[in-house]
């Protein structure tokens, strides 16, 4: 079956500091992957995507995300966290030949951004 | 400035009674989806219309109902027969043409049965 995972419920960082939020997914061929952020009671914002090409991908509000196809991942980075990046962030996967509008998401990863 | 719309933000139901919450959106999409999001189990897609007048089940499509008579209308309809319908309930839209886009989400609509 295909999925995605997100393998830490919470991840912790001091402001700052780089933050990675993990992800990994089991597509077969080569999916379109997405990260978006959601704020309380809020809807999910768009973030970046990866379609082809370069796998360092560079999105809004100072993330960035690299794909490894041969570890099959996509992790969120940012080199510097903000207090205001705390949030519930997801991982998206479109698969080949799908619907573009069925995404398959992982479970979800809380960022909390300490001063 | 373009956007989807979800009302209303927040609705407790009794058991036994359907809801109907809204979606709108003016972003000229043509295709629209209903996700449902529970704690811990990220999205799960409920409906999708690609068209006007045509829609297909997503994966937990069981005890509800959606419509489309309008392009940028997209109703979803909670009934009696959804077992467990306490959830956060998300709107979405995607321009189609291009297999390359992504999602747009509305604010939410979060449904409590008491």
């Known amino acids: 079956a295909q999925s995605v995972a997100q393998p830490e419920d919470q991840v912790n960082v001091a402001e700052g500091n780089p933050l990675t939020v993990k992800c990994t997914y089991s597509?077969?061929?080569?999916?379109?992957l997405f990260w978006y952020v959601q704020y309380p009671n809020r809807g999910l914002q768009f973030l970046l995507k990866?379609?082809?090409?370069?796998?360092l991908v560079k999105g809004s509000y100072g993330f960035e995300a690299e794909f490894n196809k041969s570890q099959t991942s996509f992790h969120l980075k940012k080199p510097s966290a903000l207090v205001s990046d705390s949030a519930l962030y997801f991982c998206?996967?479109?698969?080949?030949?799908?619907?573009?509008?069925?995404?398959?998401f992982g479970q979800g990863t809380t960022l909390q951004v300490k001063p | 400035d373009g956007g989807i719309t979800q009302s209303p933000k927040y609705l407790f139901r009794k058991e036994g009674q359907n809801v109907t919450l809204s979606c709108e959106q003016n972003l000229n999409h043509d295709a629209m989806y209903w996700y449902r999001q529970d704690p811990g189990q990220g999205l799960r897609l409920i409906y999708y219309?690609?068209?006007?007048?045509?829609?297909q089940k997503g994966d937990i499509a069981e005890g509800y109902s959606v419509s489309r008579e309008k392009k940028e209308s997209f109703p979803l309809t909670v009934t009696s027969a959804q077992k467990n319908p306490t959830a956060f309930y998300l709107c979405?839209?995607?321009?189609?043409?291009?297999?390359?886009?992504?999602?747009?989400f509305g604010e939410g609509s979060r449904l409590t049965v008491l």
């Open positions: 219309s690609q068209i006007v007048n045509d829609f």
């Open positions: 979405a839209s995607i321009r189609t043409g291009t297999n390359t886009g992504e999602l747009f």
């Open positions: 998206a996967v479109r698969p080949p030949g799908g619907n573009t509008g069925k995404l398959i």
């Open positions: 597509v077969s061929g080569n999916p379109y």
């Open positions: 990866y379609i082809t090409g370069d796998n």
